[in-house]
């Protein structure tokens, strides 16, 4: 697979979301916990897609329950719960796993699509991925560094050509 726009994703309501709808945009892709001692990220995140969602960033998070339990909320109530305890407004997608067979076929492209510096497995939640907007260019970062740390990389790929 060459482009993240081949790919779909379900939203939390099983609504089919394609990511050729994000062609030409900066996405910033997360896989998230609600009871993660990172969690707090979340309102960075929020911040970041409220600050540059004009200028072309999707930000969507990926609830995923493969960290010690640290996502038990269901696809029905973690919208929710990250809207009243952070704020968040941007995309979540269903809950889906980041490792192991039953991988998401969009964590196995970002995975796929990132230096092997970081190994091919998903350490931890709130390891983040930029893609740049031919939707194939990815970087990855870890989870303990902070997304508004990211700006001036998320700020370099908006000003790149449209």
Same mark, same amino acid.
């Given at each position: 697979?060459?482009?993240?726009?081949?790919?779909?994703?379900?939203?939390? &309501?099983?609504?089919?979301?394609?990511?050729?709808?994000?062609? $030409?945009?900066?996405?910033?892709?997360?896989?998230?916990?609600?009871? !993660?001692?990172?969690? $707090?990220?979340?309102?960075?995140?929020?911040?970041?897609?409220?600050?540059?969602?004009?200028?072309? *960033?999707?930000?969507?998070?990926?609830?995923?329950?493969?960290?010690?339990?640290?996502?038990?909320?269901?696809?029905?109530?973690?919208?929710?719960? !990250?809207?009243?305890?952070?704020?968040?407004?941007?995309? *979540?997608?269903?809950?889906?796993?980041?490792? $192991? %067979?039953? &991988?998401? %076929?969009?964590?196995?492209?970002?995975?796929?699509?990132?230096?092997?510096?970081?190994?091919?497995?998903?350490?931890?939640?709130?390891?983040?991925?930029?893609?740049?907007?031919? $939707?194939? &260019?990815?970087?990855?970062?870890?989870? &303990?560094?902070?997304?508004?740390?990211?700006?001036?990389?998320?700020?370099?790929? *908006?000003?790149?050509?449209?």
């Amino acid at each position: 697979m060459k482009s993240i726009y081949e790919l779909t994703i379900n939203d939390t &309501t099983g609504k089919q979301i394609d990511f050729s709808d994000y062609r $030409g945009k900066v996405l910033l892709l997360a896989n998230t916990a609600t009871k !993660c001692g990172l969690a $707090g990220q979340f309102e960075e995140l929020e911040a970041l897609h409220k600050k540059f969602a004009k200028d072309g *960033l999707v930000v969507i998070g990926f609830p995923c329950d493969q960290f010690l339990g640290q996502e038990p909320e269901t696809n029905e109530t973690v919208v929710g719960v !990250c809207r009243l305890n952070f704020g968040v407004t941007f995309l *979540l997608s269903e809950k889906i796993n980041v490792n $192991g %067979p039953k &991988t998401h %076929p969009v964590f196995k492209f970002l995975k796929s699509h990132t230096r092997i510096g970081f190994g091919r497995r998903i350490k931890w939640n709130f390891t983040k991925f930029l893609v740049a907007r031919d $939707g194939e &260019t990815v970087s990855r970062f870890a989870p &303990t560094t902070h997304p508004k740390d990211m700006e001036t990389d998320i700020k370099r790929l *908006l000003a790149a050509t449209k």
